[in-house]
């Protein structure tokens, strides 16, 4: 029996109430900080002069940088819990504990981990660099009549401290949420008609009959662990010996130098590969590939120790190198030689790095093909 509308807002409802269970804030962090145009590292930040900056303080300029310290110290209610740390200080920001790049808060990611067995008593060093914006920038390509301002300037501050928090994160909701967008998005592109999709709606169901938020937070998060066996079988359907089989690999697609300084793309690289990374320890089988030696090069110089860490992933097979040109370059515009060049250093520098003779050419976005391309 297809899903009524009456069902489908049901099942929407109980969709859009996960989240606000995956995080549980349980203590504020205060956090000091300063707001610079300087290219730092976080052991030079670390020496500056902070000044508290707590929540609601507005700042960062056009092309200015924040950067935060705090302290945090598990609790001994929080003994073996999950502990996160959820950042928001008003720009994307890579995000170091200890000293170490852990993760980054962006628009897909707002809490890092800190550990997954607290232990009480133990302190985390907390360090952030904040981008507060470019302002915007139009990309149409559209009629610019005389007098029009096309790229308005941005206000004097576009960066205002939200709160920043420790809390415990639950898993278990977690990933039952990704559970029911996985069905959920397979019965929206199959056969409405299909035995599997009429599967698929009663599982669906029978998850808003099975899990109450309304009950308190223990029992409640029982009936979230009953609503993921109940949707188990339902993921683990195979289909027919005869379809095809799939294979998804992580990618970032960083654009080296368009609406930004080169500097922006130095720490956009530390925020994705340090995001990458925590995403490997999660998820052992979780797979990544990175195509632009150039980025690789930047996080060499700028972050030695993310380097090392990006290798050891290398090695254990986790992260890709793959894609065969120094840039993920235009091939129109480039000259024969240009694109030899680009060849050249690219397999040369994957190859005294890691190892890795690449056969591939990785070039997704790209304003069309050269024909030269297949001859070199």
């Known amino acids: 029996m297809a899903?009524?509308?009456?069902?489908?807002r049901r099942i929407d409802n109980w969709r859009n109430e996960l989240p606000n269970h995956f995080y549980r804030p349980f203590r504020s962090v205060s956090l000091s900080g300063f707001v610079t145009t300087e290219q730092l590292t976080v052991e030079e930040a670390a020496r500056r002069e902070?000044?508290?900056?707590?929540?609601?303080?507005?700042?960062g300029a056009k092309w200015e940088y924040a950067w935060f310290r705090g302290e945090v110290e598990i609790p001994r209610e929080a003994a073996g819990?999950?502990?996160a740390l959820a950042v928001d200080v008003g720009g994307e920001s890579a995000i170091y504990v200890n000293g170490i790049a852990a993760g980054a808060r962006d628009r897909e990611h707002r809490q890092i981990t800190l550990t997954h067995d607290a232990v009480p008593g133990t302190v985390y060093e907390i360090m952030i660099e904040a981008y507060a914006g470019h302002g915007p920038r139009v990309t149409s390509g559209g009629p610019v009549p005389p007098g029009r301002q096309t790229v308005p300037e941005p206000p004097p501050t576009q960066a205002m401290v939200g709160g920043t928090t420790l809390g415990i994160w639950e898993e278990d909701a977690y990933q039952l949420w990704m559970d029911v967008e996985t069905l959920y998005g397979i019965r929206e592109n199959i056969d409405t008609n299909s035995l599997r999709v009429a599967e698929i709606d009663k599982g669906l169901r029978d998850f808003t009959t099975i899990v109450d938020f309304?009950?308190?937070h223990d029992e409640m998060m029982e009936t979230i662990r009953a609503g993921r066996q109940r949707l188990k079988p339902l993921l683990e359907c195979k289909n027919g010996s005869t379809a095809p089989v799939m294979f998804a690999v992580g990618h970032s697609h960083i654009d080296v130098a368009w609406l930004w300084p080169l500097a922006e793309t130095e720490r956009k690289c530390i925020r994705t590969f340090a995001t990458q990374l925590a995403l490997m320890d999660e998820y052992p089988e979780y797979r990544y590939l990175q195509s632009q030696p150039h980025l690789y090069r930047m996080v060499q110089q700028r972050d030695p120790a993310l380097y090392e860490r990006i290798k050891a992933a290398a090695?254990?097979?986790q992260l890709i190198p793959e894609g065969g040109m120094w840039v993920e370059a235009d091939t129109n515009l480039s000259g024969g030689e240009s694109l030899i060049r680009q060849f050249i250093h690219g397999k040369r520098f994957f190859r005294d790095e890691f190892g890795v003779d690449c056969e591939?050419?990785?070039?997704?976005d790209v304003f069309g093909y050269s024909g030269a391309m297949p001859q070199i």
């Open 50 to 59: 902070f000044a508290p900056m707590p929540p609601g303080t507005c700042w």
């Open 81 to 83: 819990r999950r502990i």
């Open 214 to 216: 309304e009950l308190e």
């Open 315 to 317: 090695a254990r097979g």
């Open 3 to 8: 899903l009524t509308i009456e069902w489908k």
């Open 360 to 364: 591939l050419l990785w070039l997704p």
